[in-house]
């Protein structure tokens, strides 16, 4: 267990390591609003302390703009995948007229896919492999510029789809354009 001294001491140093903070937080809860507000606090982290954390962290996250819902909502486990194909396939149209107006509205859909640009088509999302929680749905609609910079940040994977973003801030947009990725450039070409 981290001592009181040395926790104090951690919290208010801004090089601290953040496997030691998130080690004050978890051991520690009291130090949860003060483990937040240190610039070595992680996204995870924050997220953890915003679900878990006592009343004054998650008050103290809440005026940074970090809640548990903010990320997607609490931790939750995931569904084993017959569950989900069992849920899929109660959710077929039970009835004939369902089908055939799906059916009857495939050529238009197929004609619209026909006529989108060949640039679109070129990008791919991205998998999302970072252990923050972020997604490429964030990456590519999230209009909160601080989560845009903790994506560029702490996601690389999804910077070309914050380039692509429409609410991405012009200096992020120059950082981006600096880096040289194929992929980011090709998404900042798409923008203009």
Do not use: H, S
């Not at 104090?8 to 801004?14: E, G, I, R, S, Y």
């Not at 051991?27 to 009343?55: H, M, Q, S, T």
């Not at 990456?139 to 601080?146: C, E, K, R, S, V």
Request: aromatic share 10%; with cysteine.
């Amino acid at each position: 267990m981290v001592d009181y001294d040395a926790a104090v001491a951690a919290v208010q140093d801004p090089n601290a390591d953040p496997i030691l903070l998130a080690k004050i937080a978890y051991e520690n809860p009291e130090f949860g609003a003060n483990v937040a507000v240190n610039p070595r606090c992680y996204p995870g982290l924050k997220r953890w302390i915003a679900e878990f954390g006592d009343e004054r962290a998650r008050e103290t996250l809440a005026q940074y703009g970090f809640t548990a819902d903010a990320f997607g909502g609490p931790v939750q486990d995931q569904e084993a995948p017959e569950q989900a194909a069992q849920q899929t396939a109660e959710q077929q149209p039970a009835d004939a007229y369902a089908a055939d107006q799906y059916n009857a509205a495939q050529p238009a859909a197929d004609q619209y896919a026909a006529q989108q640009p060949a640039a679109q088509a070129a990008f791919e999302e991205p998998v999302a492999t970072n252990p923050y929680g972020f997604t490429a749905e964030q990456a590519l609609t999230t209009t909160d510029q601080m989560q845009i910079a903790q994506i560029a940040q702490y996601a690389p994977e999804l910077r070309a789809c914050i380039a692509r973003n429409p609410n991405t801030y012009p200096a992020l947009i120059e950082w981006l354009g600096q880096l040289g990725d194929p992929a980011i450039n090709a998404a900042l070409a798409f923008r203009q």
